[in-house]
């Protein structure tokens, strides 16, 4: 068995992981109840912002969360062949408008990947999307690495 230990990330190692990344669990609070949703991403490195198109139905619990979240926080991890990395972005969320984008995060927010059939209970010609921006406060990482012998 081999030993492992975690380090900081910096910050051409965050932004590589964020880029080839397109999955995480955004997370919301309002008063003493939370809520963590897995939601599709675009990361933009010379921002430091991080996008998401949010998909609300007429009774929305995502929509009365996101409103109610003055805080939010954002989680990407996944197990490498180097080992386990995870990022973890805090801030401020804030709906946008696509026309104010940057083409190249307008183009990467319009890749984003919205499994519609798995995560939605119905056709997303029912849903509103909204782009929503998660503006940074904080933007940390932590990797996996071999302990030397």
Do not use: C
Not at 51 to 68: I, M
């Amino acid at each position: 068995m081999n030993d492992t230990r975690a380090v900081a990330m910096d910050a051409a190692e965050i932004a590589e992981f964020l880029e080839k990344r397109g999955v995480g669990v955004l997370s919301l609070a309002r008063s003493d109840d939370a809520y963590g949703i897995p939601v599709s991403f675009a990361y933009d490195p010379d921002g430091s912002d991080v996008y998401f198109r949010l998909g609300y139905t007429a009774e929305s619990q995502k929509r009365e969360f996101v409103d109610a979240s003055e805080h939010a926080s954002f989680t990407v991890f996944a197990e490498t062949p180097e080992g386990w990395k995870s990022v973890v972005a805090e801030g401020r969320l804030e709906e946008v408008a696509a026309t104010s984008l940057d083409s190249n995060v307008a183009e990467a927010v319009q890749r984003l990947d919205i499994p519609f059939v798995t995560i939605f209970d119905r056709p997303a010609e029912k849903l509103e999307f909204k782009l929503t921006r998660l503006s940074l406060d904080k933007l940390s990482g932590r990797k996996e690495v071999a302990e030397a012998p």
